[in-house]
């Protein structure tokens, strides 16, 4: 007895997928209703050898009986799973007629770069990519003008046809996908040219993205039925947006929270006042109190973030820092000198603000330890 993967003309190791596409040529190629009556007994060969090979468990137990180790042979042979599984539903059986020839068209993910305003007040962009959409022409039909799919006169429109194989226990009758229509139970005769049949071509197309405010980096959105559309009128898939947040050059987003900072002279901060800032809802005033060190936070209300789920905004938080002046000439070094003597300070009233003792005094303490 001929072996079953030389019938089929692929190798021992050939993956289920490689064993399907080998049936699926050989069977079209010598189906009596093409080849001829001469072609019957090798058609049915290719059948036979489909039916062990396609099932995994078959396939092991054929291995196991090595070449020419086919039914009738003492090396292999079904046993009563294969045979419930041959007659009540195994490998190849389908329920519920015709496989539908349309499918669902594919997700995508694109990417989209954003302002941080577009976060703070939420906005409307625009996105263009090439997708598949609806052929004008067949109205997603896949058939030419005028013409319509034709019942497959194989399997009768069914989908489905008929197999005899002979086994151990004599012949057995299995249904198999139909190899003219490939299980649709219709034939479309004559294709529509500008989409090859496919019911779809591919296409430019422009997009509005709503952006909500609040939404983080990262997020995705949703955009269903914008994807993909389906072969022959299946439904389209969805885009997914993946929102990138640029950076911003002056704020930088915590939460519901915008943070920044402002620099402004000693002089500045020892005798406090106004300052102009701007925000991303325009210029606002802010106080510096009298006497306001570096580090410390001021903060702008409902200048902030608005809230993905939730009502109002975040706040705004400006930390001063001080500048210390560097440049300075002989007559400055002398008014500040002044100034220092005016206020009883010198290099030994600095403090450590956690503690509040001087870096000699705590230097003193650590000695003393030792």
């Known amino acids: 007895m001929a072996d079953f993967y030389e019938t089929l003309g692929v190798e021992r190791d050939a993956s ?3 064993i399907r596409k080998a049936y699926l040529r050989l069977s079209r190629k010598l189906h009596p209703d093409h080849a001829g009556p001469e072609a019957a007994e090798r058609y049915k060969e290719v059948n036979e050898a489909y039916t062990v090979l396609s099932n995994p468990d078959s396939r092991r ?4 009986g090595g070449r020419g180790g086919g039914a009738g042979a003492g090396g292999f042979g079904f046993d009563m799973n294969d045979i419930f599984s041959t007659f009540f539903g195994g490998a190849g059986m389908r329920a519920g007629g015709p496989t539908p020839r349309g499918e669902r068209g594919r997700d995508a993910l694109l990417g989209l770069s954003i302002e941080l305003s577009d976060v703070v007040f939420g906005a409307q962009r625009q996105i263009s990519d090439s997708f598949f959409a609806v052929c004008p022409t067949c109205a997603g039909r896949g058939c030419a003008a005028g013409s319509q799919p034709v019942t497959c006169g194989a399997c009768q429109g069914q989908g489905m046809v008929q197999q005899v194989t002979n086994s151990l226990f004599g012949q057995m009758v ?19 040219r500008p989409c090859h049949g496919t019911g779809r071509i591919r296409q430019e197309k422009t997009l509005t993205v709503d952006i909500p405010a609040g939404i983080e980096n990262g997020m995705r959105i949703r955009l269903r039925g914008q994807g993909d559309a389906g072969t022959f009128g299946a439904p389209a898939g969805d885009i ?21 900072e402002v620099q402004v002279p000693m002089t500045f901060a020892a005798l406090g006042g106004n300052v102009t ?7 606002r005033e802010l106080e510096i109190p009298a006497g306001t060190s570096s580090g410390v936070v001021l903060t702008l209300k409902g200048l902030g ?7 109002g905004r975040g706040d705004m938080r400006i930390t001063v820092a001080v500048k210390t002046p560097t440049d300075l000439d002989e007559r400055q070094r002398e008014l500040l000198r002044e100034l ?3 206020r009883g ?13 001087s870096f000699f005094d705590k230097l003193r303490e650590r000695l003393s330890s030792l």
């Open 277 to 283: 800032i701007p925000t991303l809802d325009g210029d």
């Open 305 to 311: 973030v608005a809230r993905l789920r939730g009502k």
């Open 61 to 64: 137990q054929y291995d196991l």
């Open 174 to 192: 299995t249904q198999v996908p139909c190899h003219t229509c490939e299980g649709h139970g219709t034939i479309i005769a004559d294709p529509c």
């Open 345 to 357: 300070e010198s290099v030994q009233d600095a403090q450590l603000s956690e503690q509040g003792k």
């Open 340 to 342: 220092a003597e005016l």
């Open 16 to 18: 289920q997928e490689q």
């Open 240 to 260: 997914f947006v993946e929102i990138r947040v640029e950076e911003h050059p002056i704020f930088q987003r915590v939460g519901d929270e915008l943070l920044g």
